[in-house]
Nanobody
Framework: QVQLVESGGGLVQAGGSLSVSCAAS????????VGWFRQAPGKEREFVAA????????YYADSVKGRFLLSRDNAKNTVTLRMNTLNPEDTAVYYC???????????????WGQGTQVTVSS
């Protein structure tokens, strides 16, 4: 299995940018499709973005399309979510997850990190 650790969360003003990263250890990272999800207080966990095994294909939720950019470096076993033009509605705990198939459904991801808090002030 693969272990995932997120980092890079924090507090940012509306309109600002922030990057969160996911570092993997364990099994070969390039074998996994990686997704980011977020969960705001009182809300369901929702899909944010995902990236294919080689990094050449990315998927984004409509709410972040054009603002967020997902990339991966398999040599460094990391995936980075660059978040631009943040707004208070982006405030949530952000989780990275790994799966053995192409999917944007959280239930299909068996491996999860512990999450990192992103707070956007107005």
């Amino acid at each position: 299995q693969v272990q995932l650790v997120e980092s890079g969360g924090g507090l940012v003003q509306a309109g600002g940018s922030l990057s969160v990263s996911c570092a993997a250890s364990g099994r070969t990272f390039s074998n996994y499709f990686v997704g980011w999800f977020r969960q705001a207080p009182g809300k369901e966990r929702e899909f944010v973005a995902a990236i294919s095994w080689t990094g050449d294909t990315t998927y984004y939720a409509d709410s972040v399309k054009g603002r967020f950019l997902l990339s991966r470096d398999n040599a460094k076993n990391t995936v980075t979510l660059r978040m631009n033009t943040l707004n208070p509605e982006d405030t949530a705990v952000y989780y990275c997850a790994a799966a053995n198939r192409i999917t944007t459904i959280s239930a299909h991801y068996p491996y999860w990190g512990q999450g990192t808090q992103v707070t956007v002030s107005s």
